[in-house]
Nanobody
Framework: QVFLVESGGGLVQAGGSLSLSCAASGRTFSSYATAWFRQAPGNEREFVAA????????YYSDSVKDRFTISVDKAKMTMYLQMNSLKAEDTAVYSC??????????????????????WGQGTQVTVSS
């Protein structure tokens, strides 16, 4: 089991910035694919961004591309989401997700929730207009 804990959510005005963190612990793998998803009230869970811990390739949804940046610090086993130019429509509960990969296994980075095995509890981000 991989345990994920998010932090950094809060209330910010439109146009402002927030940085989210996702700290991983527990079972270790040779590499990971990790992602951020979000869910607003009444909406389905939505993919935000993902990153491969093997090579660092990143993926973004069109709605956040050029405003959000996903990154990892392998030494700290922590993933980050820097969110700039926030909009009211970014308001949601943001959750981090992870899938582990063994040695000599190709890391596949998914953009759907079903492709991730481990999830954090979520952190609320509220953007006031």
């Amino acid at each position: 089991q991989v345990f994920l804990v998010e932090s950094g959510g809060g209330l910010v005005q439109a146009g402002g910035s927030l940085s989210l963190s996702c700290a991983a612990s527990g079972r270790t793998f040779s590499s990971y694919a990790t992602a951020w998803f979000r869910q607003a009230p009444g909406n389905e869970r939505e993919f935000v961004a993902a990153i491969s811990w093997s090579g660092g390739k990143t993926y973004y949804s069109d709605s956040v591309k050029d405003r959000f940046t996903i990154s990892v610090d392998k030494a700290k086993m922590t993933m980050y989401l820097q969110m700039n130019s926030l909009k009211a429509e970014d308001t949601a509960v943001y959750s981090c997700a992870a899938t582990g990969f063994g040695r000599d296994t190709i890391v596949v980075v998914g953009t759907t929730a079903s492709e991730y095995d481990f999830w954090g509890q979520g952190t609320q981000v509220t953007v006031s207009s």
